[in-house]
């Protein structure tokens, strides 16, 4: 088995796809949480030393303001903590 039963998953999208679809996909996958990547924003993405990202779960949407990535990690991490 890849992952232990305490494991929780995530996968990282694109922030164009809407709640709708990133919730199905959360569902066929059965994924814990989803983080959305905004490309819309200016300084976040690819190609930047920062990004601003939202963080879905079934039951919450969490956004994060643009920040450097190594922030962003942080959140994420003190995110998943936050639901184990």
Same mark, same amino acid.
């Given at each position: 088995?890849?992952?232990?039963?305490?494991?929780?998953?995530?996968?990282?999208?694109?922030?164009?796809?809407?709640?709708?679809?990133v919730?199905?996909?959360?569902?066929?996958?059965?994924? *814990?949480?989803?983080i959305?990547?905004?490309?819309? *924003? !200016?300084g976040?993405?690819?190609?930047? *030393?920062?990004?601003?990202? !939202?963080?879905? !779960?079934?039951?919450?949407?969490?956004?994060?303001?643009?920040? !450097?990535? *190594?922030?962003?990690?942080?959140d994420?991490?003190?995110?998943?903590?936050?639901?184990?």
């Amino acid at each position: 088995m890849l992952f232990q039963e305490e494991s929780f998953l995530l996968i990282f999208l694109p922030v164009f796809l809407f709640v709708f679809f990133v919730l199905k996909k959360m569902k066929r996958k059965n994924l *814990d949480a989803i983080i959305l990547n905004s490309l819309r *924003d !200016t300084g976040a993405g690819f190609g930047h *030393d920062t990004n601003k990202i !939202t963080l879905i !779960t079934p039951s919450e949407e969490r956004e994060f303001e643009l920040k !450097t990535k *190594d922030l962003v990690a942080i959140d994420i991490l003190n995110f998943v903590e936050e639901c184990i």
